[in-house]
Structure formats: C-alpha cells, structure tokens
T-cell receptor
C-alpha cells in the first residue's frame, strides 16, 4: 500500500533561516509526488510537483528514489511562508488514488 | 468562475441522522475525491471516482457513501454508522495533462454532529 510520512507536526524556524520539511514515501513503482500548501483561511493549493523540477516561492524539492524521500527546502524562510504543508503521492496505476501525509505546520518566527 | 464548489460550508446535525455534502465542479475533470481533514491526521481519503458511475473506497470509507451520476457532481453522504463524523470535509477534482497531474480542492465543509 502506498504511504506518505511527514515526521514533523510542527517546524519552527527564524526568518532568514533555512527550511527543510521532510517527506518519505512507500510505493511500489515510479511515483508522482507533490507538495501542497494551505495558508490560513485559504484552500489547499499546489506548491510544486517533482516532475516539473521547478522552484516556486523559493521552494524546491528533489525526488530521491534511493531514500524514498521528497523533502521540501527553502534557503531563507520568510514570514509569509508560515502555513500547513502537505506532501502527496499520486498512484498512476489504475484508479488515480492520491494519498496525503499528515502535514507539517511551518511557523516562521520574525 | 471555474472551480470546485462545496456546500454547505457549515452544517450541524443531530447524532443518528444522515447528512449529504454537495460537491460540484465545472473544470471538466474526470476524477473526483473526498477527504477528511482532522488535526494531526492530515488528509485521509474517503472515496474517489475516476469516471462517471464508478467510484472506489479510500482509506476510511466506513460510514460514508457516494454517488457519481454526473461528471460534475460527487456528493458524499455521512451516515449514522460513521462513529466520529464531526470533521472538516474536502472535495477535490483532478486532471491529467502533458505537464503532469494536478488536484484542485474546494473550500471545504465543516460538519458538526451533536
């Protein structure tokens, strides 16, 4: 069964400090992985996906198949980055099941 | 305005009553999903549907039912068999494209059972 693990419920960092939100997954096959963000009082929205290899709002994430990880990183945290972050895995085999992790709340301290 | 609309936003029901949450999308997406969001537990998949007249159980389907009679609509019924129905419910739909898959969410529905 596919699973997404986000070990940290809360991550507090100071403004300007580096950020790394951890995500590990279990999946038999080649996964498609995403990071979603939920700002206060807003709906969940896509932050980035691994196949795009893009940087959004300064965030990047690299898929490491050997370690089955997809950690989200940003070199310098900003106050507006404070939000809930969810890692998600898309099962491309058959029924398009999308599994989310438990989420990490990022708190950037001014 | 395109998107996913969930209604009602807030709903109160007495214990033992069934309740149906509405989800409509005008994005022409084939796949639709229902998640439950609880503090500390993230998003847990209840049901999902890849196409009209077909749906699959997610990880926590017990006590819930769905239908997919139209592409645009995927209502969720929370039955009296659901032991802990008070939660925030999120509906989503997804598209597949050459640039990758994307899932879009509604604003959610708060259900409180008293």
């Amino acid at each position: 069964a596919q699973r997404v693990t986000q070990p940290e419920k809360l991550l507090s960092v100071f403004k300007g400090a580096p950020v790394e939100l951890k995500c590990n997954y279990s999946y038999s096959g080649s996964p498609e992985l995403f990071w979603y963000v939920q700002y206060s009082r807003q709906r969940l929205q896509l932050l980035l996906r691994h196949i795009s290899r893009e940087s959004i709002k300064g965030f990047t994430a690299d898929l490491n198949k050997g370690e089955t990880s997809f950690h989200l990183k940003k070199p310098f945290a900003q106050e507006e980055d404070s939000a809930m972050y969810y890692c998600a895995l898309w099962d491309l085999r058959g029924y398009q099941k999308v599994t989310f992790g438990t989420g990490t709340k990022l708190q950037v301290i001014p | 305005d395109g998107g996913i609309t969930q209604s009602p936003k807030y709903l109160f029901r007495k214990e033992g009553q069934n309740v149906t949450l509405s989800c409509e999308q005008n994005l022409n997406h084939d796949a639709m999903y229902w998640y439950r969001q609880d503090p500390g537990q993230g998003l847990r998949l209840i049901y999902y549907s890849q196409i009209v007249n077909d749906f699959q159980k997610g990880d926590i389907a017990e006590g819930y039912s769905v239908s997919r009679e139209k592409k645009e609509s995927f209502p969720l019924t929370v039955t009296s068999a659901q032991k802990n129905p008070t939660a925030f419910y999120l509906c989503a739909s997804s598209r597949q494209g050459s640039s990758g898959n994307t899932i879009y969410f509604g604003e959610g529905s708060w259900l409180t059972v008293v």
